[in-house]
């Protein structure tokens, strides 16, 4: 079993079922997304840390790694920190799909482009 199918598999039903779903929305943004465990939670990366699974007492947190600089046009992300940025998910509310797959598609973006911008200057 990978480590991130065993990471998962230890958790409640409803957890493994929001983090599934998360992983393969996560997995399809792009086909070049990396998985790896990293402190001890799924992360995935392209082109730098894109963002990460965390489960929570009350369900799932998928955190942002450059939270902070996306533009969060739909008001889910939460957090005040220099970069992380989260949403906080829970089995009594459907996920809002279209919007995490925007949030993805900006945080690719962004690695993209932060990533030019590095090879640009060395």
Not at 40 to 56: D, E, M, S, V, W
Not at 75 to 85: A, D, I, P, S
Request: aromatic share 6%; proline share 6%; with cysteine.
């Amino acid at each position: 079993m990978d480590p991130i199918a065993h990471f998962i598999e230890r958790h409640t039903a409803e957890q493994r079922r929001l983090m599934l779903q998360l992983r393969e929305l996560i997995l399809q943004a792009a086909p070049a997304i990396e998985e790896s465990l990293k402190w001890k939670i799924p992360f995935y990366a392209h082109q730098g840390l894109l963002c990460y699974l965390n489960p929570t007492p009350g369900g799932i947190c998928l955190g942002f790694c450059r939270g902070a600089l996306l533009s969060n046009a739909g008001g889910l992300l939460t957090g005040e920190g220099k970069e992380v940025r989260l949403l906080h998910l829970t089995s009594d509310t459907p996920l809002p799909l279209d919007a995490i797959r925007q949030l993805l598609q900006e945080a690719l973006l962004l690695n993209e482009t932060m990533q030019r911008r590095k090879n640009y200057y060395v």
